[in-house]
């Protein structure tokens, strides 16, 4: 029985190598000595033929019954090694949620909401209970979304207005308006409706106190039979109303934007608080707005004949900044920290 005891012997050293090793890569080669075309064990069952009949009976099912075991001890070991990997990457990654309650416990203060945020936030619970729904819309936007649609024809001098960030297809751009949120709201209801849409807008501009590349709007858009300047007017008051916490004086200007006719600028009378009258007091631009022109409605997949309405596009950061009377915009995407934490109460 020299071969059933070579047999045994190759399944004890396999065993006590197996134990050693820590990689998947060294598991594998010892399954290739072993059990390979050209392994131990392998060779061995090669010298069969030199055996009896009856020695064979009894060295086929061992051999088989060894190679099975050695397979299982693979696969095991292989599955052991890979939870073992998993753990330690876990472990390295392991992220401390103790960690803010230490800092905390150094004098740093709770985050906030940022005011941005804050007070989009804010108008969208104003227009949500007058029963505006509030879309979104991508920020990466095509041309159709961000001009075609709104009367903006490719020759069109207003496309200089917004300095455009361009990809390289020159098809698609990141969004310089909001007011592509009324495309995509046209094209996913039915009139009469009514939404706002929020969001991040993008131009390729130089910044300075009063210009970021980054800047938030809030489009609104009605759409329904006979909409006036006048509901635009009760809707823009009731906004105005909700946020200063008082009723604000407004006027309209005509204002040229290619989607509207007619287009307006929407002023609110504005004092700025403890300077006394005179420079800081006066009519402020904060809200361009008009009744949507026919085109963009027939863009929209609507009948112009049959329904009209308005739009306006707020801007945010000039809105946070009149309200809590900041003077560079740049403070809204500075990060700093002496800035937020002012309005981490908000
Ligand atoms: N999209 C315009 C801009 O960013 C703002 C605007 C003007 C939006 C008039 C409107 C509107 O909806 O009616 O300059």
């Not at 060894?66 to 472990?91: G, H």
């Amino acid at each position: 029985m020299e071969i059933l005891k070579k047999l045994e012997q190759i399944h004890k050293d396999f065993e006590g190598e197996i134990e050693k090793l820590s990689k998947q890569a060294d598991v594998l080669n010892l399954k290739a000595n072993v059990l390979g075309k050209k392994g131990s064990l392998s060779e061995i069952l090669k010298s069969l033929k030199d055996a009896t009949p009856e020695e064979r009976k009894e060295i086929g099912p061992a051999s088989n019954s060894i190679k099975q075991k050695i397979e299982q001890a693979v696969l095991a070991k292989l599955q052991s090694i890979e939870l073992e990997e998993i753990n330690q990457q876990l472990a390295k990654n392991r992220i401390d949620i103790s960690l803010r309650d230490s800092l905390m416990m150094d004098g740093l203060k709770a985050a906030g909401v940022h005011p941005v945020s804050a007070i989009q936030r804010e108008i969208e619970d104003i227009f949500i209970s007058m029963g505006f729904d509030v879309l979104d819309g991508p920020h990466i936007e095509d041309d159709f979304h961000n001009f075609g649609a709104l009367n903006i024809p490719e020759t069109h001098p207003a496309r200089d207005m917004q300095d455009t960030f361009w990809f390289k297809d020159m098809k698609h751009l990141l969004r310089t308006h909001t007011s592509t949120i009324q495309v995509r709201g046209m094209e996913s209801r039915k009139p009469p409706f009514k939404f706002v849409g929020p969001g991040k807008v993008f131009r390729c501009e130089r910044t300075d106190a009063t210009h970021e590349m980054c800047f938030h709007q809030l489009e609104g858009m009605m759409v329904g039979e006979n909409i006036t300047v006048g509901n635009l007017i009760y809707f823009m008051k009731t906004l105005l109303k909700e946020i200063f916490k008082k009723d604000m004086e407004v006027r309209l200007r005509p204002g040229y934007f290619p989607f509207v006719e007619p287009g307006f600028e929407l002023d609110i009378r504005w004092k700025k608080p403890g300077k006394g009258e005179s420079k800081h007091s006066g009519w402020l631009e904060l809200l361009p707005c008009g009744m949507v022109h026919p085109n963009v409605l027939r863009a929209g997949g609507i009948d112009p004949e049959k329904y009209n309405g308005f739009a306006f596009g707020l801007g945010l950061d000039r809105l946070v900044m009149v309200k809590y009377m900041i003077e560079d915009i740049r403070h809204l995407h500075s990060g700093d920290l002496r800035f937020n934490s002012q309005f981490s109460m908000i």
